[in-house]
């Protein structure tokens, strides 16, 4: 973190932390309670776990609730397109992840946490995943070359149309959803950062209204030019975002953020971020699971016979468990194999039929009628 | 005694009017359920309209038969001696079927079928209601008194046309209506908009709403033919993060949008709708198309906003580029936006209640039912299509097919086709391809 940020902090912020005793220093402990968004938007950062968080976040009534994103579709190097693709955030779920800020910011409010008080700390966010960093009150960035809030020129493939005036509507439309995480977070003053963020053609200046920056489309009366370009949408890394008081600061851990809210000391509550690993653990040993399960099951396929397709079967059986156990998995089931819980429905259904057929038919060909082994499988060569 | 014997006399009068109505007034829903209980041990809870399958002992073959259809009636009398009456399609056509509860072996709810229930005396007596939804020849003794002063709330949803349409509306008024003009009744918007046939039958319902009740709009999201909806409304609020505009009309097949003179109607249209809500018609004819622009200019010392259906303005708010979608800083602005309200106790402050109350819960058993129907029907529909095509004989087809005409029935066939992309389309279609099933059944017997 900057030196001269960490002074002025201290500076401004004493005052308001500054203990009165020794028994109040101890009593006025903020507890605070880091959430991590980390990994893929869609599978890793998923609707389902923070709905189980902000549960735990209503019960612990922490002080302080600190949003650690790191979720990046391409590394730094973005020319070279090394990425693993199917890590990509999951765009189709845009709206979802809108109602999953909505739902986040609603449990907060419940829990008492005051506004101020909510932070996200972005440790990488580039891609579909950076749009979380709009959506709190504060926002600070980790001191690294490598932090990064930017890649969200992802969102112009919700407009691509051929006829301009319904390219103009989807451009509406999705915007409107779009601002919708900045009207969550009450940042609404950062809206045409978003839109220099999202569309080449959009310009983004910054002024000054006292101490204050105020961001803007417009030249006149501006002090900075951020993105004079037509062609280009606009990235940040931290220093640049701090420069421009888009950030709030940079940090090199959850100490220095901490004191730059104000705090010298404070209690760490895990259990937000116990849960999710837990969850990212799980998920992802699962999906591990379930690629063995589906190899597995198409060689029982091909031994054939009914025992081979109730085997079949029964693996099938178990990755739907799964799928149906973790959104998660069914989403890269469906991404990565283009596997639908739907499909493998079909597939277990369609098994059972042909198992039935055989035995129907292995009866109906044996002169022994219903009883003994002699009447399996007889039908299966079709 | 003789004061005493009036005030019974007056008793005995309106509050026996005043029962009836309160009773014939309550939703179906509000009615107690009937428990079923079978000889096996399983129950089945539930209610007139309920879309079941039923699967029983038939009384004069003693074979075990399904069948699947709408409950019109439950007889009433001991456990085990009831009987239900079981609306069911025979060879293509309706028949009737009565099911004793002895005989039942397991019953399964799996829709509902939408109910008409009369909604006054009057509508019991005439047999139905004015195509506004009113009752017809309503007294004042049949008018209900809230207990205290509150809202109709309506959630409005989803795909306008499939979850979010007129239909729903509609029911919500006829709901307000029983408690006589002037009721508030809330419609809480959350939609990308849908389709423009149902814009303009929210047209007609709304305008028609207007005239006897207040209809205010909250947006939570309204686009396209939502805000459309939005526009229709005596008075509009906002959520923090409302969005409303980009009323662009297009044909989804082609991806084309409209051009010429049916452009030129429907800016009018919007325009129109607009003004007749007292909102200003550039802001709304700029929702269409890139070929209307707009601007305005805030005096910052009365605040004072002007605006203008060109670029003359201090503030572009779209130019030929884009088509306007509002967000919340810019609908207060240019008046399109009365207040912002997070919350239902928020809005009540906007509306003058003193607090939210919600004067019955009808609004949000129309949006439930309504969901639940549509959702069920759409997690179904791909299933029976796998059952179906998985089908080796003729019989086991037509049992998939007649799974699938109840989820029409419950639904309808705008939402068979659009939200649950049934193969069979419009419900005759599929009727005639059951029909021609069964006589290829029937022929080779």
């Known amino acids: 973190m900057p030196f001269t940020s960490l002074l002025a902090a201290s500076l401004v912020m004493a005052p308001t932390s500054a203990p009165t005793g020794d028994v109040a220093s101890e009593t006025a402990k903020p507890v ?116 990064r809030f930017g890649g969200l020129r992802v969102i112009q493939a919700f407009f691509a149309q051929n006829d301009a005036d319904v390219q103009a509507k989807m451009e509406g439309a999705w915007m409107g959803t779009a601002e919708k995480f900045l009207m969550h977070g009450g940042r609404e003053d950062l809206i045409p950062v978003l839109h220099a963020m999202v569309m080449p053609e959009k310009k983004l200046y910054a002024k000054f209204d006292g101490r204050d920056v105020v961001f803007s489309e417009d030249p006149n009366g501006a002090v900075w030019t951020l993105d004079s370009s037509t062609e280009r949408v606009l990235n940040f890394d931290s220093d640049r975002a701090e420069r421009v008081m888009l950030s709030e600061g940079s940090v090199e851990n959850l100490e220095d953020l901490v004191f730059l809210l104000g705090h010298q000391d404070y209690e760490m509550n895990e259990r937000g971020q116990e849960m999710f690993e837990t969850y990212k653990e799980r998920w992802r040993r699962a999906f591990e699971q379930c690629q063995g399960l589906l190899r597995d099951a198409a060689e029982q396929e091909r031994e054939g016979g009914i025992k081979g397709m109730g085997r079949a079967m029964n693996t099938y059986k178990k990755v739907l468990g799964l799928a149906r156990q973790y959104p998660a998995v069914e989403t890269r089931l469906s991404r990565d194999f283009g596997v639908s819980v739907l499909q493998l429905e079909g597939k277990i259904k369609s098994i059972q039929k042909a198992i039935a057929e055989s035995k129907r038919n292995g009866r109906g060909g044996s002169s022994r009628g219903r009883s003994g082994k002699s009447g399996r499988g007889g039908g299966l060569g079709g | 005694m003789r004061i005493h014997s009036r005030i019974k006399s007056l008793l005995t009068t309106f509050g026996l009017i005043a029962i009836v109505a309160v009773m014939l007034a309550m939703p179906t829903d509000a009615l107690a359920e009937t428990t079923l209980r079978f000889k096996n041990g399983k129950s089945w809870r539930g209610d007139n309209g309920a879309i079941v399958q039923v699967e029983f002992k038939h009384f004069r073959t003693g074979k075990t038969q399904s069948l699947e259809g709408t409950i019109v009636e439950i007889t009433k009398g001991k456990p085990g001696r009831r009987a239900i009456t079981l609306q069911t399609t025979a060879a293509g056509r309706d028949a009737r079927e009565i099911i004793l509860e002895g005989d039942i072996l397991s019953m399964t709810t799996v829709g509902q079928a939408e109910v008409t229930a009369p909604t006054s005396t009057a509508d019991a007596a005439s047999g139905g209601s004015s195509p506004s939804g009113r009752t017809v020849g309503s007294t004042d003794a049949e008018v209900l008194s809230a207990e205290k002063p509150g809202v109709f709330y309506l959630r409005w949803t989803g795909m306008v046309g499939t979850y979010a349409r007129h239909d729903e509306m509609e029911k919500i008024a006829a709901e307000a209506d029983k408690y006589g003009d002037n009721q508030i009744i ?158 239902k106790d928020e809005l009540a402050k906007h509306l003058g209640l003193s607090e939210w109350n919600e004067v019955t819960d009808a609004g949000q058993k129309i949006y439930d039912r309504h969901t639940r129907a549509i959702d069920r029907a759409k997690e179904q529909t791909p299933r029976i299509m796998q059952d179906y095509n998985l089908s080796s004989t003729d019989q086991e087809r037509l049992r998939h097919m007649k799974r699938l005409l109840s989820h029409y029935e419950a639904c309808g066939d705008i939402i068979m086709i659009v939200e649950c992309r049934s193969p069979f389309g419009p419900k005759e279609e599929l009727i005639r391809q059951m029909e021609a099933l069964r006589k290829q059944i029937a022929s080779r017997r």
Not at chain 2, 193 to 215: A, P, Q, Y
Request: glycine residues 10%.
């Open chain 1, 32 to 147: 605070v309670y880091v959430i991590p968004m980390d990994g893929q938007m869609g599978t890793d950062i998923h609707p389902s776990i923070y709905e189980t968080i902000i549960e735990d976040v209503q019960e612990v009534k922490p002080d302080v609730v600190v949003f650690k994103l790191n979720s990046a579709d391409v590394d730094t190097i973005e020319h070279i397109q090394n990425d693993d693709r199917r890590e990509a955030g999951m765009l189709g779920m845009f709206q979802e992840y809108e109602g999953m800020l909505k739902d986040i910011h609603t449990g907060l409010r419940k829990a008492g946490v005051d506004r101020e008080d909510m932070v996200v700390w972005l440790d990488d966010g580039y891609g579909i995943g950076a749009i979380l960093g709009f959506g709190f009150p504060k926002m600070f960035m980790t001191d690294s070359p490598d932090s």
């Open chain 2, 186 to 343: 809330v419609i809480h918007i959350e939609s990308g908009g849908g389709m423009v046939t149902e814009g303009d039958k929210i047209h007609e319902t709304l305008t028609e709403l207007k005239k006897r009740h207040r209809v205010v709009a909250w947006v939570e999201k309204a686009i396209s033919a939502a805000a459309y909806t939005a526009m229709h409304a005596n008075e509009i609020y906002w959520h923090d993060e409302g969005t409303m505009g980009a009323i662009v009309m297009f044909n989804s097949g082609t991806g084309v949008s409209i051009s010429g003179r049916r452009l030129d109607a429907w800016v009018k249209r919007c325009g129109d709708a607009a003004e007749e809500s007292n909102l200003n018609r550039s802001i709304a004819e700029a929702m269409i198309t890139r070929g209307e622009v707009c601007s305005y200019t805030k005096d910052p010392e009365t605040g004072k906003v002007t605006i203008y259906d060109d670029l003359s303005g201090e503030v572009d708010l779209c130019d030929a580029t884009n088509v306007l979608t509002l967000n919340k800083l810019q609908a207060i602005d240019v008046g399109y936006c009365m207040g912002v309200a997070n919350t």
